[in-house]
Structures are given as structure tokens and as C-alpha cells.
């Protein structure tokens, strides 16, 4: 019950931040008594666009949070070449404003993944999105190579890195790391996402960290070649 209680409260407050922000400009903006000029105008439906957006962030990853505990999230596994899959989401983030230098090598260039191309994106963008948070301006690794039987991909930020009092939990529902959540807002779904989704692909996930030196997502997946045999 406790547990339930806490999952309310904090749904309740993180909904409400963003639709406080939506409903305080709207309104503001809807004034008869008072006109607003055009810069003015454009920063509020900036805020509200952003607001919007947050909103939308959080309801996809409570209902993501949901799918994947209850086991009704669906997998469809096939073979993925990680160099064009990559280059994808590299393209994706262009458009947007990443405030890091991103690098990716895919060693041999023509490795595949048995994979949910989308699902997985939905974890390297999380990933990508948690550096652009906690270690902006940082430089970001990928490296897609196999290891053994197995393909791994290694996500390594050049950022403050996570006390190491923490990392058994970080994958938790809705763990946040205290140090570095000030200032910065979040659910703690992000990773337990992650974890489950690897997990749902039959791979694994893990984390290492080191203080003022970084953090590194370590991610083990079945090649698309080897998929299927014993």
C-alpha cells in the first residue's frame, strides 16, 4: 500500500508540473485585458510546446512502465544492421539541440542485431537522452562489436559519473539518483524501461561508473547471425 501510495503521489506531481506550466500560459495568453507581443507570444508557446511535450514523455512511459511489468508488450525480433540503425537515431538527433558529441563506431561494419528496431531505439535515445541531462557537454561513445557469441554495445559518456552507492539500484521503478537529480527532471522510468526492454530481447543490460571520469551502459544482445542456433 505504501508502495501504491508513493506511485500516486508521484504520478500526481509530475503530471501536474507540466500541466500547471500549460494551463498558467494558455490562460495568460487568452487575457482580454492585456496584449502580448509578438516575442512575448512566441516565448509562451515555446513553453507551452515544451510542456507539451514533457507531458507527452511521461504518460508514454507510464504506459510503457505498465506494458512492460505486466508482460503484455510485444517483441518482434529480426535481424537489425547496426550501422544504418545508428546512423538513424544519429540523424534523429541532429534535428533536435544535443548538447554533446556523439560517436559511433560499429566494428565489423556490417553488424546485425535480432532486435525490435523501434524498442531499442527507444533505449539508445533513453541513454543518449540521460547524458544529455546529467553530463551535458560531455562526449558519448557507442561501440557496437561482438563479444564471444554475443553482440555488445557499450554507451559511455565522458560525464560526472554516479556514486557507486547507487548503481545496484539504478534500474529500479522510479529510482533517482539524489545527487544528480537536482535541477533535473525525470520519473526514474527511464532506465527501468531500458532494463526491461533488453531484457525482453533476451539480452542484458549493466552499469559502471566512476566518479568525475563517467558512466557506461554495457548492453548484451543476440547477433542476428547466430540467432536461433545452440
Not at 500516486?8 to 490562460?27: D, N
Not at 510542456?51 to 512502465?65: F, H, K, P, Y
Not at 543490460?205 to 566512476?210: A, D, G, L, P
Amino acid at each position: 500500500a505504501r508502495l501504491q501510495d508513493d506511485f500516486i503521489a508521484m504520478v500526481s506531481h509530475e503530471l501536474k508540473t507540466p500541466l500547471g506550466f500549460i494551463k498558467g500560459y494558455t490562460t495568460t495568453l487568452l487575457r482580454k485585458d492585456t496584449e502580448w507581443d509578438r516575442e512575448t507570444q512566441q516565448d509562451f508557446l515555446e513553453i507551452i510546446d515544451d510542456e507539451a511535450d514533457r507531458l507527452s514523455e511521461l504518460i508514454g512511459n507510464l504506459l510503457d512502465s505498465y506494458r512492460l511489468k505486466s508482460g503484455s508488450a510485444e517483441f518482434k525480433l529480426v535481424p537489425v544492421p547496426l550501422a544504418s540503425f545508428f546512423k538513424n537515431i544519429f540523424d534523429r538527433l541532429s534535428k533536435k539541440e544535443v548538447n554533446l558529441d556523439i560517436e559511433i563506431q560499429v566494428s565489423p561494419t556490417d553488424l546485425a542485431v535480432m532486435a525490435d528496431a523501434k524498442q531499442l531505439s527507444q533505449v539508445i535515445e533513453n541513454l543518449i537522452s540521460n547524458a544529455s541531462k546529467y553530463a551535458p557537454n560531455s562526449t558519448v561513445k557507442i561501440h557496437a562489436s561482438q563479444k564471444d557469441d554475443k553482440l555488445l554495445i557499450t554507451i559511455a559518456d565522458s560525464g560526472p559519473g554516479i556514486p557507486a552507492v547507487h548503481l545496484d539500484h539504478i534500474f529500479k521503478q522510479f529510482y533517482r539518483v539524489p545527487e544528480r537529480s537536482a535541477g533535473v527532471r525525470g520519473t526514474g522510468l527511464g532506465l527501468y524501461i531500458c532494463k526491461h526492454i533488453i531484457e525482453g530481447h533476451g539480452g542484458e543490460i549493466k552499469i559502471e561508473s566512476e566518479l568525475n571520469k563517467g558512466t557506461t551502459f554495457h548492453i548484451l544482445l543476440e547477433p542476428a547471425d547466430t540467432a536461433g542456433k545452440s
